[in-house]
Every structure is written in structure tokens, then in C-alpha cells.
């Protein structure tokens, strides 16, 4: 296939010298820039060899590539602890990546940790806050007007604090970083789960919380859980209907939405090759709804080998090495999938999902179909959208579901206008979006539907929980590949496999779909579209100010959270016990909510909204126990902290799991919960807990969660001799005078205690500084 590189290659410069990237980067002398927006920041592989070479002579063993890459990052490779699934790594990450959703809250805590300056290249990417309503270019400009506030802040704050922002209509976060910061051998954090994306150019990219960022900019070591190493071999080449998305939605039908927890996803294999750059984007994209630290793909540039230099060994895997678990697939044995509905594992070859909807009382008819994303926007997802949707033009088709279509970034959007795609998608009845999130994060006004209404639409996003897309929570979504997507809006039914079924052209002949076929990569190189980056000043920031409105209902500086008072929490009040999944939407819903992701206190508002109280299987009803009323969880969880009634929540299984949105840990801690008791947790949201200074904490026994009742008290004893590896002991009140008592685990180490002690880990930086 075509060279998987292309988009690195877009780093240097915008023509010919693009092709220059990569040979120069693995050249030991060579000084080459990481990005060309930040000239003076060079690639230094050069480190990162000697670093693993360190930890190789140490560990006396071959290492993966993710292992390489994750290591050879290390803060102390001579002295660092290293085994998988036990230690906490400190690593030295290249770079952070922030959207605006997201970076409000982590600049917010930037500006009160009172450093002057961002210790490593930092990006802010405005995609979050744009509804998707009439089209493109009206709903950018009506998003510019409505969030002039809150883009404001993010610009000046940048400005100030030497971090590059991305305007609205750039496009979205992960498009941007592979179009123009991913590099193989990169380690780059991001506030957003989907981060994992730029695996697909050989980097290691991990999504965090804000706090995490935040130490990053700050210039402290970042601590990872030492990840596991799911290795999954691809065998085969792809081909047909069958595309990279498939490779994925087989994994999470295998995984399941907590199988890859604490662990790496490596790919690898003779299957490699039949994938392109952005088709292996998609696949670590997605990896995020299996739960998976990240995704990564081995570096297999076809020039790669004739470089013969030192460096070549860094970007693949050793021979030998050890994953802790291997899933083989074969690409010439896979077929087209559709996963859903309400969750992302559920996954179904495309010849079975009609009689599987049927059975299930699923509907049928298919409302909209929904296209791009941060999974697949991409100029080939483009382009073989375009070729499915050029057959039904050429036959007087167009799409019976609605149809929309999302381009990642501006110069995907310039080069789909350019090259005729997007008059294609338009003809057979789509809509072009702007170049942002839009409804695969709720930012939809979806207007065909009434709320509550059972429906189904189609889309080629990554998530697909109950609500998430229009706020119904009667919407059953599915997920699937661009093309799939966009056959599936022109049949306008579930039932419709384009292997095999027939559609009826305007003539009243019937005619097969042909498989997609398109360009990897444009043959008129890219269109770079609108210039949207903003750089930080050459001279710094330290005169420029950034001011936030006492008044404002978008933003809020924020307050120091209270320390812990030096001994155990007593008597606590159940707050809800939640019943099955709760993920960070549940938490803190996004969508409408969006707006408030800079102001804690009104954020709060929507704290575990969407969660089901086991007591009533209600959303948003629980008993008060002050007052013996009903009512909504933040309101009741607002009267207790007024009443310096400290209180918890209890879960299930992966709790948090989904977006890494920190406001659900932050809104908790705001409104007075002090412990978070669980059957287990997704990994970034229990670390989003302790650097607010909550406990997240898991019963040793799964069947302890049935032994708490909703109007429990509860203790926490242990506290004064707090320490890693060391169960704490819950005693719990039952409201009849009896009580019960277990152990509760815990996965806090000496820096994460004393976070907590400190109140919170941002309060524990201060008292360093």
C-alpha cells in the first residue's frame, strides 16, 4: 500500500519538502523540528534510544514498541521500578494536547498553580462548543458569537502562558494532532479519551484528566500506572466492504468495554500493511471504548529499512517479546460490523443485525445517518463515503435516512471542496457539518425526533451510550464504518447488507452497491484550507493579562479544596447507590452542559444526573435523608454540604468509564463527597478522584456492594496509617441500629496519599513550589 506516513510528512513544510520528515528525523545529526509551527523544539531520539537501551540492559529482556516508547520516557531510567501491572511509572511526556471543553477547567488550574510558563509544547483545540444545527459555516459563526467568552479566555490564557490555540473551525483535536504534532517515538498527553488516535502514526498519545496536564505544563514528572501489553496480531490484508473500523469493532465484541484496562494495545503482524495511516488512527481512536490506556502501531514506513541507521530498531517491536495476552484476527476472514445499540461491545457481523434487531424489538427504519468524527474523518473515509454515494447518484438515488457529514479538520474540509467529495456527499442528501465534535458529543439540535421517541441512527463516531448523541435517551445508536454508514442512510433501514442485498434505481432496476475504492491521499497534495492557528507571542506572555468576570456563568477562578482534617471520615451519607453502568456521561453529562465546563459551581449542577438510583430505579431522584423529601442528586448532595454533612457514592462495575471529562471527579469533591466506593473503576476517572483529593476506593469483595443500603452511614477507618497496598476498613450504619463492617482496597501510592492529604494534588504542588 501507499506510505502510511504522509500526514508526519505534512510537518515540515506544505510542499515537497514534506517527503523530507521522517528520513531526517531518524538521522542522528539531523535537527528536526517536532512540529512546524514550534521550529525550536527538535525530536531528540537520540534520548530516547539511550534511554531504552538502559532499561533493556535492566530488564534482560526484548520490549515491545509501546514499552520502548513508554520507557524511553522515563524520568529515572537507571532507578525507576518496573513491572507491568504493579508499578507507577514518572514519565517525561512530549508534549500535552488540550480541547477547549476541557482545557477551560485544566488552565484554570494552570493559572492557580502561579508558574509563569508551560514546561513543554502545549496546544489548545476549540472543537467541543460548536452545535451542530443548520450547517457548517452558520453554526461556526453562531458558536463564535454564543462562546465569545470562553474563546477568549482560552486564547489570552494561551497567550499568556505559551500555549498554541487552535480557533474555532481548525477542526478537531485529534485530526489536528495527526495532521501536524504526531511523530513515531512521541509520547503526548491529551485531555480528551480519544488521544489514543495518534497511534496510528506510531506514537504513544494517552488521554488524562486536566490536573494530569496540568503537572506536565508544570514541569513534574507524570505518573502512569506501568501499563500491561494486549497484543493483537493481524494476519490477511482488507479488503471489500471490510474496513480498519471493523478491525476495532471486532476487538471491543472480544474486549468488552473493560477488557483493555490498564494495559497498552500493540498491533502488529503481516495485516499491518493492508492498513493505511488514518485507517490505523481510527482503530487506536476507538480502543478507548475498551477501556485501553492506548493504542499503537508499529512505524512501517517502506523506507524505513533502507535508512539504515542506529535509530531504525527504535519503532518496532523487538523480536521475542512478551505481550501479557495475544488476539489474532485475520483481515481476510472479517467482515463488516455494526456495533449497539447503548454500548460499544455489542458487536454484530452486518449479515446478522437484521434478525437481531427484530428479536430485540429494535426499530428498523434508519433516521440519520451520521459520518466523520475524531474516528473517521479522515481524506479516505471521505473518499470512500463518496464512492459508495456516486453509485446511488449514478442510479437517481439519494438518501432516505437523513445524512450528515462531519470533515476533521479544515484541511480535510478544503480538500474534500477541492477534489469533489464534498459535492458528491451533498447531492445524495447530506449536510456538511462544521469542522468540530458536533453530535458524537451531544452537540446536535436535533429537531426530526421528540425526545423519547424510539428511533435508530447509524453513525461512524466511537460512543454510542444511552442519550449521548441527541440527548434521547429512547435513540438506539449504532456504530460503524463511513461507508457502511452512508449505505445504510441511502437503504434507510438496519436490515440492508451491501455484500449482498439489492437496491432500486429510479428506473426500477436493481442494482449491488461495488465495495468503496478511494485515495488514501490526495493526489493534488492538500488543501490547507483557512489559516486557523494562533501562536503564542514570540516574547512571552508575562505582560499580557487574562481576565475571568466575577460575574461570568461560563467561567470561575476556582478555590483551593479543604485538606484532610488528619483522621478517619466519619459517618458519612450514602448519597445514591448507583445501579449498573454509570460513565462519565452519567457523571456529568456534556452536550447542553458543555457551556459550563469553566464554572465548577454551575457544572455541578448536572453531577450524576443521568446515573439509575437502585432504591426507585429513578435518574435524578433520591431520597434526602435530612429532610425525608425526594429530590435531584445535585440539590440533595448541595443541602448535605450545607449542613457540613460530609457524604459518598457506591457503584458497579468500571465506574467512570468514557470520556476523560475531569468534572466528574471535580463536581463531587466541589459539593462536599469526600469517597468513592465502587466494584472497579475505569483508569482515568479514579485517577481524575485523587487529584481532587477524593478516595476512590473498591470493595475486596465484589458482593460487599449488595450489603450497603441507600440510606446507609458510612465510616472510613485507617486513614492515619494510610499507605499503598493497605486495605482501609468501612463500617457501615444501617438505619435500623445494626451495622456491618469490610475491607476496602486501594490503589494510592506515596505521591497520590499525599495528594490527598494535601486536599488535592494541585494543593500538594503548591506546597512544593
Known amino acids: 500500500s501507499a506510505p502510511h506516513c504522509y500526514f508526519l510528512l505534512t510537518h515540515l513544510q506544505k510542499q515537497g519538502a514534506r517527503r523530507m520528515h521522517v528520513s531526517a528525523a531518524f538521522s542522528a545529526k539531523a535537527k528536526v523540528s517536532m512540529s512546524r509551527f514550534e521550529p525550536s523544539n527538535h525530536v531528540n531520539y537520540q534520548q530516547l534510544n539511550e534511554n531504552v537501551n538502559i532499561v533493556r540492559k535492566r530488564l534482560n529482556r526484548p520490549l515491545t514498541l509501546s514499552e520502548k516508547i513508554v520507557y524511553g520516557h522515563l524520568d529515572d531510567p537507571v532507578g525507576q521500578d518496573i513491572a507491568r501491572g504493579r508499578t507507577y511509572l514518572r514519565l517525561r511526556p512530549d508534549r500535552v494536547a488540550m480541547q477547549d471543553a476541557t482545557a477551560q477547567m485544566a488552565m484554570l488550574q494552570f493559572i492557580s498553580s502561579g508558574l509563569p510558563k508551560v514546561a513543554v509544547p502545549s496546544t489548545i483545540h476549540c472543537d467541543h462548543l460548536i452545535e451542530a444545527q443548520i450547517g457548517g459555516a452558520k453554526d461556526l459563526a453562531r458558536a463564535k458569537d454564543i462562546n465569545a467568552e470562553v474563546y477568549n479566555f482560552l486564547a489570552s490564557a494561551g497567550a499568556k502562558y505559551g500555549v498554541g490555540f487552535w480557533k474555532p473551525g481548525s477542526g478537531i483535536i485529534h485530526q489536528i494532532i495527526l495532521e501536524n504534532y504526531a511523530y513515531p517515538g512521541v509520547l503526548l498527553i491529551g485531555t480528551d479519551s480519544h488521544t489514543p488516535n495518534g497511534g496510528g502514526l506510531g506514537s504513544v498519545c494517552i488521554g488524562v484528566g486536566g490536573a494530569d496536564a496540568v503537572d506536565v505544563m508544570a514541569g513534574i514528572p507524570w505518573e502512569l500506572k506501568c501499563p500491561n501489553v494486549i497484543g493483537v496480531k493481524l494476519t490477511g490484508k482488507l479488503s471489500g466492504w471490510t474496513s480498519p473500523k471493523d478491525v476495532i469493532l471486532k476487538v471491543a465484541g472480544i474486549l468488552t468495554v473493560k477488557g483493555g484496562t490498564g494495559a497498552i494495545v500493540e498491533y502488529h503482524g503481516p495485516g499491518v500493511d493492508s492498513i493505511s495511516c488514518t485507517g490505523m488512527a481510527t482503530i487506536c481512536n476507538m480502543g478507548a471504548e475498551i477501556g485501553a490506556t492506548t493504542s499503537v502501531f508499529p512505524y512501517n514506513h517502506p523506507h524505513i529499512a533502507a535508512l539504515a541507521d542506529e535509530y531504525a530498531d527504535l519503532l518496532v517491536p523487538d523480536q521475542g517479546c ?17 456495533n449497539g445499540p447503548f454500548t460499544p461491545d455489542l458487536a454484530h457481523p452486518i449479515s446478522d443485525i437484521g434478525t437481531t434487531a427484530v428479536k430485540n424489538g429494535w426499530p428498523l427504519e434508519v433516521k440519520v445517518g451520521l459520518i466523520g468524527s475524531c474516528t473517521n474523518s479522515s481524506y479516505e473515509d471521505m473518499g470512500r463515503s463518496a464512492s459508495v454515494a456516486k453509485q446511488a447518484l449514478d442510479k437517481g438515488l439519494k438518501c432516505k435516512a437523513a445524512f450528515t457529514i462531519t470533515p476533521g479538520s479544515e484541511q480535510i474540509r478544503a480538500t474534500i ?4 467529495y464534498a459535492k458528491i456527499l451533498n447531492d445524495v442528501g447530506g449536510m456538511v457539518l462544521a469542522n468540530a465534535c458536533g453530535p458524537c458529543i451531544g452537540q446536535w439540535d436535533r429537531r426530526d425526533v421528540k425526545k423519547g ?15 449521548r448523541n441527541d440527548a434521547n435517551p429512547a435513540t438506539h445508536a449504532f456504530v460503524a464504518s463511513p461507508e457502511i454508514v452512508t449505505a445504510l442512510a441511502i437503504a434507510g433501514t438496519l436490515d440492508f447488507n451491501p455484500e ?8 426500477g432496476e436493481k442494482f449491488k452497491l461495488e465495495p468503496p475504492n478511494a485515495d488514501e491521499l490526495p493526489k493534488k497534495d492538500f488543501d490547507p484550507g483557512q489559516d486557523t492557528y494562533q501562536h503564542p507571542p514570540a516574547e512571552g506572555g508575562a505582560k499580557l493579562k487574562v481576565e475571568v468576570s466575577p460575574t461570568s456563568t461560563r467561567l470561575q477562578l476556582l478555590d483551593p479544596f479543604d485538606k484532610w482534617n488528619g483522621g478517619d471520615l466519619e459517618d458519612m451519607q450514602v448519597l445514591i447507590k448507583v445501579k449498573g453502568k454509570c460513565t462519565t456521561d452519567h457523571i456529568s453529562a456534556a452536550g447542553p452542559w458543555l457551556k459550563f465546563r469553566g464554572h465548577l459551581d454551575n457544572i455541578s449542577n448536572n453531577m450524576l444526573i443521568g446515573a439509575v438510583n437502585i ?29 457540613g454533612l460530609s457524604w459518598v457514592v457506591v457503584g458497579d462495575d468500571n465506574y467512570g468509564e468514557g470520556s476523560s471529562r475531569e468534572h466528574a471527579a471535580l463536581e463531587p469533591r466541589h459539593l462536599g463527597g469526600r469517597a468513592i466506593i465502587v466494584k472497579s473503576f475505569a483508569r482515568i476517572h479514579e485517577t481524575n478522584l485523587k487529584k481532587q483529593g477524593l478516595l476512590p476506593l473498591t470493595f475486596q469483595d465484589p458482593a460487599d456492594y449488595d450489603k450497603i443500603r ?59 513550589q
Open 322 to 338: 512478551q505481550y501479557d495476552s495475544v488476539i489474532e484476527i485475520n483481515l481476510d476472514e472479517l467482515k463488516p460490523h455494526i
Open 417 to 420: 471542496e477541492r477534489d469533489g
Open 500 to 507: 449482498v442485498d439489492y437496491l432500486i434505481a429510479a428506473n
Open 615 to 643: 432504591e426507585n430505579d429513578g435518574i435524578n431522584k433520591i431520597k434526602n435523608q435530612l429532610t425525608g423529601e425526594y429530590g435531584g442528586v445535585p440539590d440533595v448532595a448541595r443541602h448535605y454540604k450545607a449542613n
Open 453 to 467: 421517541e424510539k428511533n435508530t441512527i447509524v453513525t461512524s463516531y466511537n460512543r454510542n451510550f444511552t442519550a
Open 710 to 768: 441507600p440510606d446507609d452511614k458510612i465510616s472510613i477507618k485507617g486513614l492515619k496509617t494510610f499507605a499503598p497496598g493497605k486495605p482501609l476498613l468501612a463500617v457501615v450504619k444501617h438505619s435500623d441500629g445494626t451495622k456491618v463492617e469490610f475491607q476496602l482496597n486501594h490503589t494510592f501510592n506515596e505521591t497520590q496519599i499525599e495528594w490527598f492529604q494535601a486536599g488535592s494534588a494541585l494543593n500538594r504542588m503548591k506546597e512544593l
